[in-house]
């Protein structure tokens, strides 16, 4: 009798320590050891998913079973998923076929910046939809960029040609006319200084009159 109580016990003790193991709890830092995702970003599947994650308690009691270790996984693979069809289309049109400013930079070969000069330098010639981070261009758009990056250096290379004393044309018809009423200006100020100038040259005559 005595064995077989003694049996007993251990069948006892065993099925205890199974129990035991099957209640084992975990802090969010043993899932995050577990399953190798970082903190932060459990904390942000903790607060967006909690319906989903098995867990006992609140706060900093709360503690996670180790089904929580697959479900987080399962929960990282999907966030992956849509993270990746993200970046997939990242570069394709919205359902109108507009294209937002970096497919447009892409596109046309030039920087994201040089890109947003365009935009605003042009912004009355672009055909567009939307408004602030939500606006997309006309796929047309490239081929407009291109163009005015292809002017802008076809313009610099004659102004760097010109050089010495040729005059860059200007193209602003305000600021041509000022110049021209300059010139002018000059031009009849050193006319004057020129006549002066021969005035100054003549020898001087003076007359006395008898008193």
Known sequence: MAKNASKGRSRRRRKATTKAAERKLYTLTDVSEATGISMPTLLRYKKNYQDRIPSVGHGRTQRYPEAAFDVVRQIK??????????????????????????????RAGISYPTARKYAAEHASEL????????????????????????????????????????????????????????????????????????????????????R
């Open 77 to 106: 693979r999907e966030n992956m998923q849509k993270r990746g069809g993200a970046r997939r289309g990242a570069g394709a049109s919205d359902s109108e076929g507009y294209l937002p400013l970096t497919e447009i930079a892409r």
């Open 127 to 210: 055909d567009t939809k939307g408004a602030g981070r939500r606006r997309r261009y006309a796929p047309g758009t490239a081929d407009l960029f291109q163009k005015v990056r292809a002017e802008s250096r076809r313009g610099g290379r004659r102004q760097a040609a010109a050089g010495g004393g040729r005059k860059a044309r200007v193209q602003d018809p305000v600021l041509a006319r000022r110049i021209k009423e300059l010139e002018r200006s000059q031009a009849e100020i050193s006319r004057q200084l020129h006549s002066i100038i021969q005035t100054l040259k003549k020898p001087l005559q003076v007359t006395i009159e008898p």
